[in-house]
């Protein structure tokens, strides 16, 4: 279920990191606008679960939205909105059986083995977290009788007449007791899923979803599954307890549970979750002591023997810090969002691409805006949405998004540096010259160091002058010396892309005075060269800076030139 960091416990020797962020430097008329701002935003994602049965944003997403707001509840009590109702299974008149008691988090692998360790590594057992809606059901004389919804862990929902129409969950059970209670998951089968690929899959909306929708859907009961992780009112044992759900006809549970005696058996179980097939999500493991109190003494609050280690978000929602606009070699503007800090699949993520300027004024995205990342391909940060914007918007210097030619800034002069840069990095890199051990670090700090006024006055930089730059000893100035002299003997063809020649599709290169005699008509007889395209290539071959960056190669040998 979505629980906030009002579950992190540090007591009784768990070591749970609490997500207790820093407050807002705020003043109270700003305080209370903020919160009133995510307090809105989390009642309209509310709203639409409950009353339309859809998710607006990423379950991962809700949880981290609802655990800031409970955050910043903490920070600014006075100013804090009444609190929120959260759910399609927001609390309800019905008394549920037994209390659901919710489980705290452990935030990593040495938090678990110290949980274990303070147990004595005796009696505990593991289970997959089933990502999907929390119920508690009860059967009388082997027959359902209610079925309540988690609520606020005492009281809930009444949801009797929609579980009696999911196939998934037996109306009895044979070889059951007068009176069983038990309490599990509501899960949306996914044959197959594998949770390392597949991910979440909003499986959770989808099961509360559908119900709260009215009236309650039989094609979406078709698709509601049943995990049941656990028997309170069950033996105190448990085996005993695992073997009398598989006489309930609970097997498909039961199996699912498994004894673990030290970390690796858990990390072996949980990697096994994570990687291969299950019929339903999943978002982390759960470690439970095989004995606990009984269930009349259960309080809906996390318990000490129960705790659950869930896998890295494959979402972040994250702080916007600062907005950063790039101007590239030539002259386009790409943006990147500065963020603070967050941790995405174990790897800490500081800033995100957005792309274009024209894109990020559609975005409008400003520091203090919420926003949600995810991994592309398990390595790259991606930026996914706005989750929502600071009701007090930050000012923005927007550079001048005046097309260019891409013909400009071969100098660091004021309003070119970055694009200069930016011309530096391609000429060093692999489309380039190919030069060893250089980069935007180092590029930068020469710029800086003022030894390099034009893009090719490395060329002319001796070791001594290469030592004396700060951050470069002598034994790097060799080596960078040497790389610079063999980026001399690069071919033509290199050396154009290097200077930024625009694409020439199939046409011959033979050299650099044959190539600027062509005329524009020239230049679109060639292969793979239409009249826009010749057009540039006329112009960057006549263009001043590129016919002296051509004179000065002339001069120094340079083959081509």
């Not at 705290?104 to 505990?124: N, T």
């Not at 979440?200 to 559908?210: I, N, P, T």
Request: net charge positive; aromatic share 8%; glycine share 10%.
């Amino acid at each position: 279920m979505r629980q906030g960091c009002r579950w992190w416990m540090l007591a009784m020797g768990l070591l749970a990191r609490p997500c207790m962020a820093a407050c807002p430097a705020w003043d109270v008329p700003r305080a209370a606008q903020e919160l009133q701002a995510l307090h809105d935003q989390l009642d309209h994602w509310n709203h639409a679960y409950r009353t339309e049965g859809r998710s607006p944003v990423d379950d991962a997403i809700y949880d981290q939205a609802l655990a800031r707001y409970e955050d910043w509840r903490a920070c600014f009590p006075a100013q804090a909105p009444p609190p929120l109702v959260h759910l399609a299974d927001a609390t309800g008149p019905v008394r549920t059986p037994v209390a659901q008691t919710g489980l705290a988090k452990l935030h990593d692998a040495a938090a678990v083995q110290a949980w274990m360790a303070a147990r004595g590594h005796a009696d505990l057992w593991v289970q997959p977290k089933a990502d999907g809606v929390a119920v508690t059901l009860l059967y009388v004389d082997g027959q359902l009788r209610q079925a309540v919804s988690r609520g606020d862990g005492l009281h809930g929902s009444d949801w009797t007449g929609q579980v009696r129409k999911i196939a998934a969950v037996p109306k009895r059970l044979p070889h059951a007791p007068a009176r069983v209670v038990l309490q599990g998951e509501l899960v949306w089968w996914l044959p197959g899923h594998r949770q390392a690929h597949d991910g979440g899959v909003r499986a959770r909306a989808d099961v509360a979803g559908a119900l709260a929708r009215e009236p309650f859907d039989a094609q979406a009961a078709a698709h509601i599954g049943l995990f049941v992780w656990d028997w309170p009112s069950g033996p105190q044992d448990m085996q005993a307890r695992l073997a009398g759900l598989q006489a309930m006809g609970l097997g498909a549970s039961a199996v699912l549970t498994h004894p673990v005696h030290d970390l690796a058996g858990v990390r072996q179980w949980r990697e096994r979750w994570y990687r291969q097939p299950l019929p339903f999500a999943t978002d982390g493991t759960v470690l439970r002591q095989g004995h606990r109190p009984r269930a009349r003494d259960w309080q809906p609050a996390p318990p000490d023997w129960a705790v659950a280690w869930k896998y890295p978000p494959a979402t972040a929602l994250a702080t916007v810090r600062a907005v950063d606009f790039r101007r590239g070699r030539r002259g386009g503007i790409s943006v990147v969002l500065e963020l603070d800090p967050v941790v995405l699949d174990d790897r800490t993520v500081q800033r995100v691409s957005v792309g274009s300027l024209a894109h990020w004024r559609q975005l409008d995205a400003r520091p203090g805006d919420q926003v949600s990342i995810s991994l592309a391909g398990l390595t790259i940060p991606r930026f996914d949405a706005v989750v929502w914007r600071t009701r007090e918007r930050a000012a923005v210097a927007v550079p001048d998004a005046t097309d260019r030619d891409g013909l400009d800034c071969w100098h660091p002069q004021a309003g070119c540096r970055r694009q200069f840069l930016a011309r530096l990095v391609w000429l060093g890199g692999r489309q380039g010259l190919r030069i060893d051990g250089i980069g935007e670090t180092t590029w930068r700090a020469l710029v800086d160091a003022g030894q390099l006024r034009g893009l090719l006055d490395w060329l002319g930089l001796t070791p001594a002058q290469l030592a004396a730059v700060p951050g470069i000893g002598p034994a790097r100035a060799a080596r960078l010396a040497q790389a610079f002299e063999g980026a001399r003997r690069e071919s033509f063809d290199h050396w154009l892309r290097a200077l930024g020649m625009p694409p020439a599709g199939q046409a011959g290169l033979p050299d650099w005075a044959t190539l600027a005699s062509r005329s524009t008509a020239e230049w679109e007889d060639q292969p793979g060269v239409g009249p826009g395209r010749a057009a540039r290539l006329h112009a960057f071959f006549h263009h001043p800076d590129v016919v002296k960056l051509a004179a000065r190669l002339h001069a120094a040998g340079t083959a081509g030139f």
